[in-house]
């Protein structure tokens, strides 16, 4: 073979192994983008899967326990005659509770919510509502619900959540559980956000004493109650909210004196969590105002007689907590609550008090969804009830210590 | 039941045709790129304490995680975005 065709034949071997090669890695790179991409979509699907199969990942278990412990030592006071109780007790109100929450997601949209609670108050059903997503920000919910009447109920009321063993008097009563329907959502607002709330729903009903109840399957006066909310977070990073709240509808029952009867209720709300380091500060607070309009009732101690008084209350809580987040485990794990509460009902009714309490509470957290908590209140209730109607019960004055033991589960 | 009056038939369908106006004008302001550009671990930071301590994202499983977001997003009526990113931030930090 002559020199110049043996390198011929050299280059041609040698670009036929280049050739060779690049289409190999050419089609290796080909296939790994091609598994990259079923992979990929694979991925995809079993997400999508998921979302639409029922099942334990669709079916979630939550809720909170509560047990407690209290201590009270009252004193009551009538026409300058005093008498002294005092009571130890494992599961008093408020200071036990069992309730399990069911979580139903059903694909991306819909959302079943279920909480039955068991306390020393019996079985109860706290609310059974569905949820639909139906665009960004917009959700529509169905059932018995929790009407938005302020933040506590709604967000705040949980056991593992409250910072204190007690809730604050009168406020948790003027936002009633109904059922109904409700849209509400959050907005963006520029470096701001905002939030709204609106509820109806079957109507409050005016009882024979002038108190408010409500939760009826039926519809007993063809009328329903609007319920609205709307919260402004002004902070870029949330954490001070204002709420104001209101509550309309007639709430007699057609054919009685009360059928004319109306209700109108007031809430305002202030939520501010913000770190100034080393403490994590807490401040939370609600004010409310309920007035029924003017209507005739019928006296308990005589049945033939009618009495009147200016059906108007109003609840109030402030409080605040504190709790370092530079120190020491131990300390890191501690909170400090503190809280003031009023609540005045009608004078001259057969219920009428003015009423306050101040509680302080120390947490110890044992993870951050469960707490071991130690608390003090002190309460004083001013009877203003009507003492023709026999309805006057004096002065009270009760201190009370709490342990108590909260989890979510 | 009780006929309504026509005016107070058109005050209704007014309230509500102004209400979903003004909901969805609302819905459309944009949020400044500040708070666009959040991250999850911020948004759980900043929300999350709003009424509870932060979870742990170890609590609860991815799928959970999506369940428990939609939850909250109806209690303490997150924004979308805000509810995506935070759920996205916990499943991921598992």
Redesign the interface.
């Known amino acids: 073979m002559k020199p110049t065709l043996k390198i011929k034949s050299i280059i041609l071997v040698l670009l036929i192994i280049i050739i060779t090669g690049s289409r190999t890695r050419l089609e290796a790179q080909t296939q790994n983008a091609t598994d990259s991409a079923l992979s990929d979509r694979i991925a995809a699907l079993e997400l999508q899967s998921?979302?639409s199969r029922a099942g334990d990942?669709?079916l979630?278990v939550?809720g909170l326990a509560t047990f407690g412990w209290v201590s009270t030592k009252t004193t009551n006071t009538i026409d300058g005659v005093s008498s002294v109780s005092r009571s130890n007790s494992f599961p008093d109100a408020d200071h036990f509770e069992f309730s399990p929450m069911f979580?139903w997601?059903h694909g991306?949209k819909f959302?079943m919510?279920f909480e039955p609670s068991f306390s020393n108050n019996g079985l109860g059903i706290n609310w059974a509502d569905i949820?639909y997503?139906a665009?960004?920000?917009?959700?529509i919910?169905a059932g018995y619900l929790v009407v938005p009447f302020g933040t506590y109920s709604?967000?705040?009321a949980a056991g593992?959540?409250n910072k204190l063993t007690t809730d604050p008097m009168g406020i948790s009563e003027m936002a009633p559980t109904d059922y109904g329907i409700e849209v509400?959502?959050?907005?963006?607002?520029?470096?701001m956000?905002?939030?709204?709330?609106?509820s109806l729903t079957n109507s409050n009903l005016l009882n024979s004493d002038g108190t408010l109840s409500s939760g009826s399957m039926g519809d007993v006066n063809?009328n329903k109650t609007f319920t609205g909310r709307l919260?402004i977070l002004p902070l870029?990073?949330?954490?001070l909210?204002l709420g104001v709240s209101g509550m309309f509808g007639k709430v007699g029952t057609p054919g009685t004196a009360f059928q004319n009867a109306k209700g109108t209720a007031y809430a305002f709300d202030l939520?501010y969590?913000n770190t100034f380091s080393p403490l994590?500060i807490?401040i939370k607070a609600q004010y409310n105002i309920k007035n029924i309009s003017d209507v005739n009732y019928i006296s308990p101690v005589d049945s033939v007689t009618a009495y009147t008084f200016t059906n108007h209350s109003t609840a109030a809580f402030i409080q605040c907590s504190l709790r370092p987040t530079t120190a020491n485990n131990f300390l890191h794990d501690m909170e400090l609550a503190g809280r003031y509460t009023t609540y005045n009902s009608p004078s001259n009714s057969t219920w009428g008090s003015n009423q306050s309490s101040y509680t302080i509470g120390l947490n110890y957290?044992l993870?951050?969804?469960s707490a071991l908590r130690l608390s003090y209140e002190s309460y004083t209730g001013n009877s203003t009830a009507s003492k023709a109607l026999n309805a006057y019960t004096g002065k009270t004055i009760s201190n009370s210590w709490y342990i108590q033991f909260a989890i979510q589960l | 039941?009780?006929k309504l009056q026509p005016i107070q038939t058109l005050s209704l369908v007014l309230i509500f045709i102004f209400?979903i106006t003004g909901?969805l004008s609302?819905?459309s302001?944009?949020?400044?790129s500040?708070?666009s550009a959040k991250s999850g671990v911020q948004l759980w930071g900043?929300?999350c304490?709003?009424?509870?301590?932060?979870?742990?994202p170890m609590?609860?499983?991815p799928?959970?995680w999506?369940?428990?977001g939609?939850?909250m997003?109806?209690?303490?009526?997150?924004?979308?975005?805000?509810k995506d990113k935070i759920v996205g931030f916990l499943k991921s930090s598992r």
Not at chain 1, 135 to 139: E, H, R
């Open positions: 998921n979302y990942d669709h979630l939550i979580l997601r991306t959302l919510e949820s997503f665009a960004p920000n917009l959700i919910r709604k967000r705040l593992w959540i509400e959502g959050g907005l963006p607002l520029g470096s956000k905002m939030n709204y709330n609106f063809s919260g870029s990073n949330s954490s909210e939520n969590v994590l807490n957290w993870s951050w969804r | 039941m009780k209400s909901i609302l819905n302001c944009a949020p400044t500040a708070i900043e929300n304490q709003r009424c509870h301590n932060t979870p742990s609590t609860f499983s799928q959970q999506e369940t428990i939609m939850h997003q109806t209690r303490a009526l997150l924004t979308q975005d805000e």
